[in-house]
Nanobody, 124 residues
Framework: QVQLVESGGGLVQAGDSLRLSCAASGRTFSGYAMGWFRQAPGKEREFVAGITWSGGSTYYADSVKGRFTISRDKAKNTLYLRMNSLKPEDTAVYYC?????????????????WGQGTQVTVSG
């Protein structure tokens, strides 16, 4: 089983930046992609960003394009999400997840392991 632990969330003001981290441990395997999702109260969990196993391709929700950057350090089994120009609508619990297909696309059903989440709150 894979364990994922997110960190880096917090309370910030609009326009600020944060970097989220996701540390993976356990039975990791080569070839899987990783992604970030978020869920606000009363909302469905939504895709934020994904990255292929190689890191050669990244994908972003339209709402975060140009502001967020996903990256990974395979040697450290760590996923990152750099968030710039944060907006109040970015407020949510952010989750990282693994995608055994290796695609890192938006379909939450394709991800098998999920972290517990880290809270990001952006005040206006």
């Amino acid at each position: 089983q894979v364990q994922l632990v997110e960190s880096g969330g917090g309370l910030v003001q609009a326009g600020d930046s944060l970097r989220l981290s996701c540390a993976a441990s356990g039975r990791t395997f080569s070839g899987y992609a990783m992604g970030w999702f978020r869920q606000a109260p009363g909302k469905e969990r939504e895709f934020v960003a994904g990255i292929t196993w190689s890191g050669g391709s990244t994908y972003y929700a339209d709402s975060v394009k140009g502001r967020f950057t996903i990256s990974r350090d395979k040697a450290k089994n760590t996923l990152y999400l750099r968030m710039n120009s944060l907006k109040p609508e970015d407020t949510a619990v952010y989750y990282c997840a693994t995608d055994p297909r290796g695609w890192g696309r938006a379909d939450a059903g394709s991800y098998d392991y999920w972290g517990q989440g880290t809270q990001v709150t952006v005040s206006g």
